[in-house]
Every structure is written in C-alpha cells, then in structure tokens.
C-alpha cells in the first residue's frame, strides 16, 4: 500500500464511528431524509444523525444523495 | 401525457398505479417519463450515463417501483422515494459497468509487503510541514499502520479495505469477493474499529493521527 493509501486509511479511521448503519440500511432511510433535507428540517432523530453521520463516511451513498436532490430539485 | 409533480403520487394516481385496466397503463407511462427527467438532471455531467443508459435505467427502475410499489409507506414523497430508486438503481450499473473487466488481484497488484512504504509524500502533505521533526513522527505512525494492517486484520479485511481505499465499488467489489454489500460494509467498518484500537494500543491517539492527516498547527 502506497503512502496516499495510507493516508486515506489514516483518514478513514478518523471518520469511524462505533455504530455506522450499512449503506442499505441508508437506503431504507434515504427517502424520508432527502425530504427533510429539502425542506431546511431534519429531525434530531438518531436514524436521521446516522444516516448523516454515514454520508461522511461513505462517498458512494454521498455521491447519490446529491445526484438524488439534484434530481428532485429539476423536477420541482 | 405528463403529470405535475404534485399528481404524482397522490391517493388517486397511485391507485390507478395499482388497479388494473387502461388508466394503469398511462399512469405507468407518467412514471417512466418522470424518471427520465429525474435521471437526466441527477446523472447530469456523467459522461457514462448516455440516452440509451438513462432510457433502460428508467425503464428498469420503473418496472422495479411497480413490484414494490405496496412498500411505499407515504413517509416521503412518491417523487423522493422513487427518485431515490432510480438514482441508486443507476448508480449500481454504472459502478458495475465501471469495474466489470478489472481483476481484483490485478488491482491490488501493489500488495501490502511495506517495499514501498513512504517512498515518496504526496506534495500536499509535503507542503504542509517541512518540520523534519514532523515529518519524523509522520513515517513513525505510517510505518506502525502498515504494521497492525497486518497483524490485526484478516486477509479478506485487508483486502476489502484496500480495494475501497483505492477506489473500487462496493457493489462490484462485493461481487467480487463473493459476498453482498451489507456484510461488506460490516467487514470493513470491523476492520477501521480494529486499526483505530491497534493505533490507540500502539500509543497512537486519535489526535496524533489529526495532527498527520490535517498538518502540524
């Protein structure tokens, strides 16, 4: 593993957190966040801190979300 | 043969979505074209999500909102919750498309055997300190991380972790390691606790490893 991997892993153990929802229970949640999100008002809930929390972890599911809301933002 | 956002989705439409008969029909067609516009402006700038993606992803995705159709709970909009199934569903072909024809084993090719361990810094990390004492402790943490990805971690662990540190999908590479996405994930989140532990079990606090990811203050 080369020195950027490395560093990546360095980053990567800082953005771990004890309990991460996997990117399916995400999607599971996607659609009641990216409402909230779109209306300014995610509730407090602690489903809706982990999923959050796991878009700061996950590019891939970040990467959706934004494409999501882009989506929806054309659409409305 | 269009619908406004704010008809899509309503108790009506939906039930004519779900009845059969001749109105089903249309209502399917509003959907497809729905989310066809959505994908164009969310896949926007993707230059591997051509017409012809887009149009068979829509398609696809459509067929999969039908089948599924009874789950929707109205916690979202219909719009948000179907967007978000087509989206995904999208994003999912385009990432297996990407890494179809790669080997894992050609990908990782480099291996974990430390030979080129910190050769070289990257010039943004050099930038950021030319404090030798920086640097110093810098390879120190670097060359104990190498360490305990070996001895802390499983084969498959570290595998995994490099792959998706390096760039591969999860889907493809899930694929490829013969498992699913989900235990994927709880394969690699287990693997970054055991490297956070065996840092802090090194003496490597959490602050220390701030200090090299984000520079000296």
Redesign the interface.
Same mark, same amino acid.
């Given at each position: 593993?080369?020195?950027?991997?490395?560093? *990546?892993?360095?980053?990567?153990?800082?953005r771990?957190r004890?309990h991460?929802l996997?990117?399916?229970?995400v999607?599971r949640l996607?659609? *009641?966040y990216?409402?909230q999100r779109?209306a300014g008002a995610v509730d407090d809930s602690p489903e809706m801190r982990l999923v959050e929390e796991h878009h700061q972890i996950c590019p891939?599911c970040r990467?959706?979300y934004e494409?999501?809301v *882009?989506?929806? *933002?054309?659409?409305? | 043969m269009s619908a406004s /956002?704010e008809v899509l989705g309503s108790p009506e439409w939906l039930a004519a979505l779900k009845d059969s008969g001749p109105e089903r029909e249309l209502r399917i067609e509003e959907l497809r074209r729905?989310l066809l /516009? %959505? !994908?164009r %402006?969310? +896949? %926007?700038g993707n230059a591997a999500a051509g017409d012809a993606f887009i149009e068979d992803v829509a398609q696809d995705a459509t067929l999969r909102i039908l089948e599924r159709i009874d789950s929707f709970q109205g916690?979202?909009?219909f719009?948000?919750?179907a967007? &978000?199934i087509a989206?995904?569903l999208?994003?999912t072909e385009l990432?297996r498309a990407r890494w179809r024809d790669v080997s894992l084993d050609q990908f990782l090719a480099?291996? +974990?055997d430390g030979a &080129? +361990?910190?050769?070289?810094?990257?010039p943004e990390?050099a930038a950021r300190s030319d404090n030798p004492g920086h640097q110093a402790h810098r390879r120190g /943490?670097?060359e104990v991380?190498?360490r305990v990805?070996l001895t802390d971690l499983t084969d498959r662990q570290r595998i995994a +972790?490099?792959a998706e540190?390096?760039g591969m999908?999860?889907v493809p590479l899930a694929e490829k390691l013969g498992t699913n996405?989900?235990a994927l994930?709880?394969l690699v989140?287990d693997a970054?606790?055991r !490297?956070?532990a065996a840092?802090e079990r090194e003496g490597i606090t959490?602050d220390d /490893?701030?200090e090299?990811?984000f520079g000296a203050s």
């Open positions: 593993m080369n020195s950027y991997s490395l560093q *990546r892993t360095l980053e990567s153990i800082l771990t004890e991460e996997t990117c399916e229970e999607a996607l659609d *009641r990216v409402d779109l891939e990467e959706e494409a999501i *882009r989506a929806l *933002r054309n659409c409305d | /956002v729905f /516009v %959505a !994908l %402006a969310g +896949l %926007a916690r979202s909009r719009t948000t919750w967007t &978000t989206i995904r999208a994003f990432r480099s291996g +974990l &080129t +361990l910190l050769q070289s810094d990257s990390t /943490v670097m991380l190498q990805m +972790l490099e540190l390096e999908n999860q996405p989900n994930y709880k989140h970054r606790k !490297l956070r840092l959490l /490893v701030r090299i990811v």
